[in-house]
């Protein structure tokens, strides 16, 4: 009987004191268990409130899934657009090379104008009355060079497009104009041309005489033929200054009354 009072007196008694009683102050095995269930029941339920946001956020932090390579479209790589006399200069080359012909762009090359015979003033201004003078800007110019198979001499070619901002003398229907020019020298440090397109380059507005290219007019080079109606509709027969009312043309300056 008094065993039995112990007990219940024992089981009557406050926790704490029982913790307190433990030898080294150490806790009861039972109530270590509490304290550890209890965290990782703490930690379940920070888990399961925390990991939508968790996951939302990890959604915005991480790039998109690629897609399977063996679904992707192909990416097809757009040609580069041509600009510029290099690629020009190319084309012109290559059309030479189909013939034989050793052509190459002519870069670094002082540009000079051929000679010409004494002109005087009353001949130019017969000429001028009598040709389609027309306001044009280049769009485009190329020079190229060939080596005459046989003699060494160089060929100097000039291709042009034209574009035309006004009639100054005759008429024409045309707004666009391919050019072209050909001049030989035997030396090779400087490009040969017609005197006046020297100074012709990109985006320069001047004057122009312009004669059509005939369908039978051919350039022999070593032993190509090579028809000229192939590499434009006109030959660049001269350029000059204009400045609205007078043309210079070789070293005159001449009024446009008087071609009148």
């Not at 762009?105 to 009353?122: C, H, Q, S, W, Y």
Request: charged share 25%; glycine share 8%.
């Amino acid at each position: 009987m008094k065993e039995k009072r112990i007990l219940d007196a024992l089981s009557q008694a406050d926790e704490q004191y029982i913790e307190e009683a433990a030898p080294g102050g150490q806790k009861p095995e039972k109530r270590s268990w509490i304290k550890w269930g209890a965290l990782a029941a703490c930690l379940v339920l920070l888990s399961a409130i925390g990991m939508p946001y968790l996951s939302k956020l990890r959604g915005k932090a991480e790039p998109p899934e690629q897609s399977d390579p063996g679904t992707e479209q192909p990416v097809t790589e757009q040609p580069a657009e041509p600009s510029g006399t290099g690629q020009q200069s190319h084309d012109l080359a290559d059309f030479f090379r189909e013939y034989g012909l050793s052509a190459k762009a002519a870069e670094n090359l002082p540009v000079t104008g051929g000679e010409t015979p004494f002109t005087p003033r009353k001949e130019a201004v017969r000429f001028l009355r009598n040709a389609v003078i027309l306001d044009c800007t280049i769009d485009q110019l190329t020079r190229i060079t060939i080596q005459e198979p046989r003699s060494g001499d160089i060929w100097c070619i000039t291709a042009m497009k034209l574009s035309l901002n006004a009639v100054i003398r005759g008429d024409t229907e045309e707004k666009q104009f391919s050019v072209v020019n050909a001049a030989r020298t035997n030396s090779r440090t400087e490009f040969l041309t017609y005197p006046g397109l020297e100074d012709c380059k990109e985006q320069l507005r001047a004057a122009f005489v312009l004669k059509k290219i005939g369908d039978d007019d051919v350039w022999t080079i070593g032993d190509a033929r090579i028809p000229v109606k192939n590499l434009g509709d006109y030959y660049g027969v001269c350029c000059m200054g204009f400045d609205g009312e007078s043309l210079h043309y070789l070293n005159y300056d001449i009024p446009l009354s008087e071609l009148e």
